[in-house]
Every structure is written in structure tokens, then in C-alpha cells.
């Protein structure tokens, strides 16, 4: 599971750009057909773009599965880390473990 992961995480995985440690895992975890969960936590004036929309269709096609989680406004993010889906998050990770 990546999470939170930002609308840059997002696009650099979708792209297989791999210049971090843990972008590295996480792609070879999608190479080996790991069951992998990600969860966003960008703003709109990100998530609202086409190379977001076009990353999360192409992490969908690998059966990476992107959380569809609210959205909050450029520099309001902080007002919404309290309520981050931790929970739905971790379900859904298990959810997926267990299936494969």
C-alpha cells in the first residue's frame, strides 16, 4: 500500500520512473503482479489535470488499485489529514491480499 500518496507518486509510478527506494519496490511489486493499494492525497488543481487522470488509468490497467478518496483544495490539505481513509485504506489492502 502507498499512503498518502501524492499527485508526484502517482505520476512517477504510473511512469515507472523509479528514483526512489520506495518508487522502486512499489514497481517491481507491479512487475511481479503484487496486489497493490494507492491511496491519494492531492489537491485539485492536481488531481483535476490529464497526467493524473492518465497515471491512475494506466496504474488501473496494471491492476494497481487507486482509491477514489475526496479531494481538498490547493493549501488546504492540512484541514483534511485528520480524516484521511486509514481504515477503508487498510480493508481494502487486506481485502486484496486475501483474493490473491
Known amino acids: 500500500m502507498i499512503a ?12 515507472g520512473i523509479a528514483d526512489t527506494y520506495a518508487l522502486a519496490i512499489a514497481s517491481e511489486c ?19 489535470r490529464a497526467p493524473y487522470h492518465r497515471a ?3 496504474l488501473a490497467a496494471e491492476g494497481v488499485r487507486v482509491l477514489d478518496v475526496p479531494e481538498h483544495r490547493p493549501r ?3 484541514a483534511h489529514v ?3 481513509p486509514w481504515v477503508r485504506a487498510f480493508e481494502t489492502a487486506a481485502a486484496m491480499a486475501a483474493s490473491a
Open 82 to 84: 485528520a480524516v484521511f
Open 30 to 48: 507491479i512487475g511481479l503482479g503484487v496486489p497493490l493499494v494507492v491511496v491519494p492525497f492531492a489537491n485539485t488543481a492536481l488531481t483535476g
Open 56 to 58: 491512475v488509468a494506466s
Open 4 to 15: 498518502p500518496a501524492t499527485a508526484n507518486t502517482i505520476g512517477k509510478l504510473a511512469a
Open 76 to 78: 488546504e490539505g492540512a
